[in-house]
């Protein structure tokens, strides 16, 4: 049975004119000018690649069904139509655990299935020193294993479609050209790397650094260092967290100007504390972190940050900010950017319904009136 049509209406951001999106069967059938001008905006739904968890639901804390779907309903609401579920550093069992708990959420739900495409596994193998290590326990960093990896996918179905690791490893190499081998993505971070050790990483298949800048030590040389190799790699994309508390003004902006707009992406890298009270927690990423009234979220005692506080929608607002940006380039950073890589397809007739109408105030904030997944409508809260 076919379900009856649905029109939304909104302006197009790349040219300020209204547009209809018109929706059946989850997909979009026809895009044509004009509809109801009720002074929102429309644009293809947002997509996190990175997402460890928001609003008290964690995915790095042993998390069940209920937590998951809690997860998926709270990132809806903050104006994000798909994300990658996020898993940091932790033991085997930990991560086999969190891996099934995703699996049976999307197996549970076809919405839930269509929010969480594939899982991005950021760890275990990454920088053991502190500064590149970040808030990840040390105790579970380990070197990179394809019979590892071959068991976190058999937890969940072939699932794990993006890992972030250092590639200062010996068995980088091999490890690398295996995920590639398998169709999963590789990317760097949270490294001490040399240039050389980068250089080969990418030669095997690496495409993308994990939030450059941050991962990373607080006192570098001034050059070779892990910063300059990255961003001259051509075959790497770079996402960066636009939130004004991981990268200064400056450098978010003269990083995306290296990188250039085609091959960025804006992540939230959000912890579960995100849209949470401020004050100090007992988290499993970072243990006791404090959440400050501005929306650092840092481990206690140190200047480490633990993750981001705010959604992706506060970071496309920020980004534009920061880097001097239109509309339609910050959208692009947060929608269609991370979807190319993994070949999810973006705003076309054909494509899922998967859309953001959002009041845009005077000083540049998004504010999102609802997200469409799939063509299933979740009203935010703005």
């Not at 095997?204 to 790699?233: D, F, V």
């Not at 981001?308 to 920061?322: E, I, K």
């Amino acid at each position: 049975m076919t379900d009856p049509a649905t029109r939304v209406s909104g302006r197009d951001p790349e040219t300020g004119q209204n547009r209809t999106i018109v929706i059946q069967d989850g997909r979009i059938t026809d895009i044509v000018p004009g509809g109801d001008d009720d002074g929102l905006w429309l644009s293809l739904g947002l997509f996190d690649l990175q997402l460890n968890g928001f609003a008290g639901c964690d995915l790095n804390g042993r998390p069940d069904l209920r937590t998951v779907r809690g997860l998926v309903t709270a990132v809806h609401n903050s104006g994000v139509s798909r994300f990658a579920p996020t898993l940091i550093t932790a033991s085997h069992d930990a991560i086999i655990d969190a891996l099934r708990a995703i699996a049976q959420a999307r197996d549970s739900d076809p919405f839930l299935k269509h929010a969480m495409p594939f899982v991005h596994v950021e760890g275990p193998h990454i920088a053991p020193e502190d500064g590149p290590r970040g808030a990840h326990p040390a105790e579970h960093v380990r070197p990179p294993s394809l019979d590892e990896f071959d068991a976190w996918q058999a937890a969940c179905g072939n699932l794990v479609g993006l890992v972030t690791l250092s590639p200062h490893w010996p068995e980088t190499d091999a490890y690398v050209r295996g995920l590639h081998a398998r169709g999963v993505r590789v990317a760097l971070g949270h490294t001490s790397a040399a240039p050389d050790q980068i250089s080969a990483a990418v030669a095997a298949g690496a495409m993308l650094s994990t939030h450059l800048g941050n991962g990373i030590a607080a006192t570098l040389p001034r050059h070779p260092n892990p910063i300059w190799s990255q961003l001259a790699e051509d075959g790497l994309w770079a996402s960066f967290i636009a939130d004004g508390h991981h990268l200064p003004r400056e450098t978010f902006k003269a990083m995306l100007r290296a990188k250039g707009l085609e091959r960025s992406i804006l992540v939230s890298d959000a912890a579960a504390l995100a849209g949470c009270t401020p004050g100090i927690y007992d988290a499993p990423i970072g243990g006791k972190v404090e959440l400050k009234a501005n929306g650092r979220l840092e481990v206690v005692g140190t200047s480490f940050l633990a993750g981001a506080a705010v959604s992706l929608v506060f970071g496309v607002a920020t980004a534009r900010r920061m880097a001097g940006l239109t509309l339609a380039e910050a959208l692009r950073l947060a929608t269609v950017n991370p979807r190319l890589p993994f070949n999810l397809p973006a705003l076309t007739v054909g494509a899922p319904a998967d859309l953001l109408r959002f009041h845009l105030g005077e000083d540049g904030s998004l504010a999102p009136e609802t997200v469409y997944v799939a063509g299933r409508p979740y009203r935010c809260n703005s």
